[in-house]
């Protein structure tokens, strides 16, 4: 089965630190990549995505990820954080042989501290 | 604004009183799904409907059913609830099966007394 792994369940930034947030995952055919953020009290939403194409992906906000095929990555990455980017970070990888099934991680909480 | 809403937020219901969430969408989605997070986990998927066609995911208990009358709504009926239900229940839709974003509503945490 499918799985995805996130490497911290708690990170603590000060602000204007470097992020990165690490995912792996297990499925070896053709995926699609998400990073969804979820800020306290709100839904889930969609940070960025990977299709195809260039392998460095910019989201909404300053995010950025990689996608490293050979090591079945999708890391997460921000150079500077702010206070408003604490919130809880899910990835989400959808192989495309079982449609548009979304397996998530089981999320990083990250707390910036001002 | 088009989205996906949820009602009621918080639901609380008794050891094995069947209880309905609901879900709709303005974004005119072909598919909706619905999701069970538990404390502390990732969400996991229950179901989905793609227009009229359920899809059941294999390991979804029997207890869990769901009903889409129309494009716009979704329910999630849970038969007989259990104290091990209680969890955040997640509805969400894509505009297709394959490689589409999911645009997720704000969840409802079901309590089970």
């Known amino acids: 089965a499918q799985s995805v792994s996130q490497h911290n369940h708690h990170v603590i930034l000060s602000e204007a630190a470097s992020l990165e947030l690490g995912c792996n995952y297990s499925?070896?055919?053709?995926?699609?990549l998400f990073w969804y953020v979820q800020y306290p009290g709100q839904h889930l939403q969609l940070l960025l995505k990977?299709?195809?194409?260039?392998?460095l992906v910019k989201g909404i906000k300053g995010f950025e990820a990689e996608f490293i095929k050979s090591k079945f990555s999708f890391n997460l990455r921000k150079p500077s954080v702010q206070w408003s980017d604490t919130a809880e970070y899910f990835c989400?990888?959808?192989?495309?042989?079982?449609?548009?099934?979304?397996?998530f991680g089981a999320g990083t909480i990250l707390r910036v501290k001002s | 604004d088009a989205m996906v809403i949820q009602n009621p937020r918080y639901q609380v219901t008794q050891f094995g009183k069947p209880v309905t969430l609901s879900c709709s969408q303005t974004?005119?989605?072909?598919?909706m799904y619905w999701y069970q997070q538990k404390s502390s986990q990732a969400p996991k998927l229950l179901f989905h409907?793609?227009?009229?066609?359920?899809?059941n995911e294999a390991d979804t208990p029997d207890n869990f059913q769901s009903r889409r009358p129309n494009t716009s709504f979704c329910f999630l009926d849970i038969r007989s609830p259990g104290l091990g239900d209680a969890a955040m229940y997640l509805c969400?839709?894509?505009?297709?099966?394959?490689?589409?974003?999911?645009?997720f509503g704000p969840g409802t945490r079901l309590t089970v007394l």
């Open positions: 969400a839709t894509s505009r297709d099966v394959v490689g589409n974003e999911q645009f």
């Open positions: 499925y070896g055919g053709t995926v699609n």
């Open positions: 990977y299709f195809s194409g260039d392998p």
């Open positions: 989400a990888v959808n192989v495309l042989e079982y449609g548009n099934k979304l397996v």
């Open positions: 974004l005119n989605h072909n598919v």
């Open positions: 409907y793609y227009d009229k066609d359920f899809n």
